[in-house]
């Protein structure tokens, strides 16, 4: 009868074929900690892990307001869009025939006889 070989090789020696445990046979990490934790190395240790994360909120407040300002882009050029189009329709609205087209469904004409300049003396006045 032939025996387990998936089980003996699980058991044995799978947890130090992974990649942890390869970094840590090389760079042999317990030598450091033989005394205890080396507390002259928890100051600058502590500042670079604060700089990483100060870093790392700048950078995602950054993204932050380039995603809020092509936002605003888009809704600029829109509104851009929507200005050129009611300026364009007031334009054709306001000209003297589309005037006189309304005018004229309220029953008002024009006047043909043209304006008279009103003149006022010193002595008038």
């Avoid at 936002?71 to 005037?99: F, G, H, I, N």
């Amino acid at each position: 009868m032939s025996t387990n070989t998936y089980k003996n090789n699980a058991s044995g020696n799978s947890g130090r074929n992974s990649f942890f445990a390869l970094l840590e046979n090389y760079l042999n990490v317990e030598r450091f900690f033989e005394d205890g934790l080396p507390v002259k190395f928890l100051p600058p240790i502590l500042f670079i892990t604060f700089l990483c994360i100060l870093y790392i909120g700048n950078l995602h407040s950054a993204e932050k307001n380039i995603r809020k300002i092509s936002k605003l882009q888009v809704e600029v050029e829109d509104l851009r869009a929507d200005y050129t189009t009611l300026k364009a329709d007031y334009m054709y609205t306001s000209k003297q025939s589309e005037v006189a087209l309304k005018a004229a469904k309220l029953g008002l004409v024009e006047s043909n006889i043209p304006p008279s300049k009103i003149i006022i003396t010193k002595d008038e006045y």
